[in-house]
């Protein structure tokens, strides 16, 4: 019994020890942690910048802060979703704004380059896209 009961706690120990969490990010996959800026464009609107903050990969927390600049003037927070490879996946929701298209939420897919500096951006989300190139400060 007692020899059982040693082989089931230590394969347990084995387990939680090899064990990984689905959003942790592997060594080989680059981290996109941080600050990044850049000047996206969208269908019948003039172009804008976007500040992004990405501090955590946790499903479960919004600690990514994201700013869009004028015409929009708008602030939010995005969630991590997933990752496969090089791209990642996160569900913005806008929080605050001047402007009235200041609401709503949408998916932010980054693509995380051969230039560790660069991400390719891309939104999706009520009827809009917009898209462009973010950057390392």
């Known amino acids: ?7 089931t706690v230590t394969a347990l120990v084995v387990l939680l020890l090899t064990a990984t969490p689905a959003q942790t990010l ?3 996959q680059p981290t996109i942690k941080g600050t990044w800026t850049g000047t996206l464009t969208q269908r019948d609107s003039p172009d804008f910048k976007v500040t992004a903050t990405i501090r955590s990969f946790n499903r479960f927390t919004a600690r990514n802060s ?9 602030r939010g ?12 996946r996160f569900r913005e929701t806008i929080t605050s704004g001047d402007s009235a298209s200041c609401k709503g939420s949408g998916t932010v897919v980054l ?4 230039d560790p500096e660069r991400l390719e951006y891309r939104f999706t989300g009520g009827g809009v896209t917009s898209r462009g190139t973010l950057r390392r400060p």
């Open 1 to 7: 019994m007692r020899a059982a009961l040693a082989s």
């Open 66 to 74: 994201v700013r869009y600049g004028a015409p929009l003037n708008c």
């Open 77 to 88: 927070h995005w969630r991590f979703q997933s990752s496969k490879g090089s791209t990642y």
């Open 26 to 28: 592997s060594p080989a």
């Open 111 to 114: 693509r995380a380059t051969s």
